[in-house]
């Protein structure tokens, strides 16, 4: 599967942002879904999943309430939307799709075999 990512831009604190992923080639509902962000000179790190039907949702504690994943299954797309961002929330975020929840591994890049190109966040105060 191909993904492609978009939706980021520069926001100022407390703003909203609606990221997009479109996926194309294999079928996109059998993929688990998530999202992924890399602040500056950091580690790739969680941010949210979502099941294949998209019946149950997996945040990261940092962002629980603020952010929420949602998906098409028709559209092939898989959307975040984040909002009252704030400054430490700017990084380049990443979709990447994967085999199934599997507990604690479903939290790690590992677990994903197909990511899209990543597309910049980035939150001023």
């Known amino acids: 599967v191909q993904l492609q990512a978009s939706g980021g831009g520069l926001v100022q604190a407390g703003g909203s942002l609606r990221l997009s992923c479109a996926a194309s080639?294999?079928?996109?509902?059998?993929?688990?879904m998530a999202w992924f962000r890399q602040p500056p000179g950091k580690k790739r790190e969680f941010v949210a999943a979502?099941?294949?039907?998209?019946?149950?949702?997996y945040y990261a504690d940092s962002v629980k309430g603020r952010f929420t994943i949602s998906r098409d299954n028709a559209e092939n797309t898989v959307w975040l939307q984040l909002n009252s961002l704030k400054p430490e929330y700017t990084a380049v975020y990443y979709c990447?799709?994967?085999?199934?929840?599997?507990?604690?591994?479903?939290?790690?890049?590992?677990?994903?075999?197909?990511w899209g190109q990543g597309t910049q966040v980035t939150v001023s105060s």
């Open positions: 990447a799709a994967g085999p199934g929840y599997s507990g604690s591994r479903a939290y790690t890049p590992e677990w994903y075999g197909y």
């Open positions: 979502i099941s294949q039907t998209g019946g149950s949702t």
């Open positions: 080639g294999r079928t996109f509902s059998s993929f688990f």
